[in-house]
């Protein structure tokens, strides 16, 4: 199934950061910012500030995320536009059956419903049964304009009712003041999506890595050493930082992150230009050199975690979703560790 294309159109940004949040997770409480002069410390709020690039505005109302293994679930459903110019004032997603333990992130201006029933069997969910649950959720508010674009957010978890290569519906009613749209239209076996007129948001399953991106014993791309450093109560931004081992013959590039911990991950550099600590978000990627080993860690190259619903705390793990140009999708257990940390802190890291 191939994605569509279409031009892209930016949208405003909110402001989203507790400022200081995002200094204590970049800098380490020994060296801190204490240091910082005044310039540089205008520079990082600077560019705190612009670290959000535009997202594309899609024709179609679509998930952020692409493809999902078994486990936990991070997505944000893109409404790119209104009806036929008239502004939208509720939302509603179905959650397919297989996709349990669902929560919808609360969103400014809106009011969020959910509607719970039973699921078609128990499925097994971290430390016990489940058997009901969320299957709609509807946001209601704004309006959102037409000529804006917004997310709406859930977490929820991947059962085992799916197998790789499956293609999962997430079937949308998009109301607005002058009518409606039902992104609800699913392609049919050798049938492209793009020649549906409302296309359901689509999640393909994959199967869940350990790390690697190739299972056959050859030169692989591998991922180790994911840690991620615990955040203060009231901090929404936190970092994280692994290790890139492509031991293959060709350069590939790091696209994309996410976590179910984050609102949204961001791949990040830091250097340091004449005494002045510079951030910025690598928008295109990050380029991984064939045969080297790219090391995300404090001071450097790094992971931001963004509008956090809650602090990443001491021994907290969770499944980070790393999205390769060539290797694609891996996914990797990251440990958190103290707060302050500048060591790896996985005691369950892999060792390839």
């Not at 201006?109 to 719970?116: F, L, R, S």
């Amino acid at each position: 199934m191939r994605s569509l294309r279409l031009p892209r159109r930016p949208f405003a940004v909110p402001a989203w950061m507790a400022l200081s949040g995002a200094i204590h997770a970049l800098f380490p409480a020994s060296k801190g910012y204490a240091h910082m002069t005044k310039h540089s410390l205008f520079t990082a709020v600077l560019m705190l500030a612009v670290a959000v690039p535009g997202t594309a505005a899609l024709a179609h109302a679509t998930l952020d995320v692409k493809s999902a293994s078994a486990g936990s679930l991070r997505a944000a459903l893109r409404v790119p536009h209104g009806c036929e110019g008239s502004p939208t004032v509720a939302v509603k997603l179905t959650i397919p059956e297989g996709v349990i333990g669902v929560k919808p992130a609360p969103k400014a201006g809106w009011t969020v419903t959910m509607t719970k029933g039973p699921y078609a069997r128990a499925y097994d969910h971290f430390h016990g049964k489940v058997s009901e649950g969320v299957k709609e959720i509807v946001w209601r508010g704004g309006p959102l304009l037409d000529e804006h674009y917004d997310e709406f957010i859930f977490v929820g978890f991947v059962s085992d009712a799916f197998a790789p290569g499956d293609q999962v519906a997430f079937p949308v009613t998009q109301e607005c003041e002058k009518g409606q749209l039902a992104w609800a239209e699913v392609a049919a076996p050798g049938v492209e999506a793009r020649s549906l007129k409302y296309p359901a948001p689509v999640l393909k399953i994959v199967e869940k890595g350990d790390g690697k991106a190739d299972k056959g014993g050859k030169a692989a791309l591998t991922v180790g050493k994911a840690w991620a450093r615990a955040t203060p109560g009231g901090a929404k931004v936190g970092a994280g930082y692994l290790e890139i081992v492509n031991s293959t013959a060709a350069a590939d590039q790091l696209l994309s992150a996410s976590a179910p911990v984050a609102g949204k991950t961001e791949i990040h550099e830091m250097k340091d230009e004449n005494g002045v600590m510079k951030m910025r978000a690598l928008s295109d990627g990050l380029d991984i050199p064939a045969g080297s080993t790219v090391a995300l860690q404090p001071g450097g190259l790094h992971l931001m975690f963004l509008d956090l619903p809650a602090p990443l705390t001491e021994g907290q793990t969770f499944d980070l979703t790393l999205t390769f140009k060539t290797a694609g999708t891996i996914i990797v257990p990251v440990t958190v560790g103290e707060v302050g940390a500048g060591k790896q802190a996985d005691p369950h890291a892999h060792h390839h």
